[in-house]
């Protein structure tokens, strides 16, 4: 069990991240124009919006997904072998991150480059975190998901307060360069959202080629996809049994939160995103 990284009063993962890299991404990495960016709080769906627009890159052909790490497809900017992989880039890049907008590359607010921001019900984003990050060595674990809860409310987990990170790249959500999607959304409506982002990406698929990135891109092709489902981590400095594929679902928080915590949640969801419409959130 490892403690966190701290930049800017925000915890990183102790293990592939520098403070010094992070200070260099904010002032002086370059979003160029033609890059593709795919953000969002940990835990939101990151990997499957990766694997959809992947996917979207090849028309469908599955190749590419199933021969080449997700995190080399998208590097993470905020990793340190993310950030070397794309500093070697030559030409338009595909890129993820988990950055709060304080902390990234100030180019990017004078860029053109396409942003996805993906959100989902913080209650799920709380769980599969529990989940998740208990199963590495990159965090400080949890002993229940009671202290886990107070963390996550309090903003001590991995990139600091989902309230901040959410208000600060939805504040951005009226720019020409970037959609808002959630995760509940994808799981709903899942083929017109991905003709959502080919219409935003300017990719035009055939009906057969969207079948292709459907099918996978499936819970259960991801499940199988070694290249996207985390089970080539070797189980010893970041991993600890760690699965990606989790449940997949909408709404597993009802069988893990009391009555008691999701009042509480509530609460401190009405307080911290006051301002926001409520249809931006589809899941409250
Ligand atoms: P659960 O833990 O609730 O199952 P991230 O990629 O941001 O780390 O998010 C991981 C969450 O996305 C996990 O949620 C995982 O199961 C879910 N996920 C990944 N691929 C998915 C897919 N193809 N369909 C639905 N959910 C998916």
Redesign the pocket.
């Known amino acids: 069990m490892s403690d966190y990284i701290w930049f800017e009063g925000i915890p990183f993962p102790a293990i592939g991240t520098e403070t010094e890299i992070l200070r260099e991404i904010r002032d002086k990495f370059v979003i160029r124009d033609e890059d593709t960016l795919l953000l969002?709080y940990?835990?939101?769906?990151?990997?499957?919006?990766?694997?959809i627009v992947c996917l979207i890159q090849t028309k469908g052909d599955p190749k590419w997904v199933q021969s080449v790490p997700i995190w080399e497809r998208s590097p993470w900017i905020e990793s340190s072998v993310g950030y070397s992989l794309l500093n070697k880039k030559e030409d338009q890049c595909l890129m993820s991150s988990h950055l709060p907008i304080h902390l990234f590359p100030k180019s990017l607010f004078s860029s053109k480059a396409k942003v996805i921001y993906l959100i989902?019900n913080p209650r799920?984003v709380l769980?599969?975190g529990y989940?998740?990050w208990g199963k590495t060595n990159l965090v400080k674990n949890p002993e229940s998901l009671e202290i886990y809860f107070e963390w996550f409310l309090n903003g001590k987990v991995p990139y600091g307060s989902w309230f901040e990170h959410t208000r600060g790249w939805m504040s951005m959500r009226e720019k020409d360069n970037i959609l808002l999607l959630s995760?509940e959304e994808?799981?709903k409506d899942t083929r017109g959202t991905i003709q959502k982002i080919c219409q935003f990406l300017g990719k035009k698929l055939e009906p057969e080629e969207l079948d292709l990135v459907l099918k996978h891109?499936?819970?259960q092709?991801?499940k199988e996809n070694n290249m996207?489902n985390f089970e080539i981590i070797p189980e010893d400095k970041i991993s600890n049994g760690l699965h990606?594929?989790?449940?997949?679902?909408s709404g597993?928080w009802k069988n893990h939160l009391t009555v008691v915590q999701a009042e509480a949640f509530d609460k401190m969801f009405q307080e911290k995103m006051k301002g926001f419409p409520p249809e931006l959130f589809p899941w409250e």
């Open positions: 969002t940990p835990k939101s769906g990151t990997n499957w919006l990766i694997e989902r799920d769980v599969s989940f998740f995760y994808l799981k891109s499936s819970f092709a991801m996207s990606l594929m989790r449940k997949g679902q597993d």
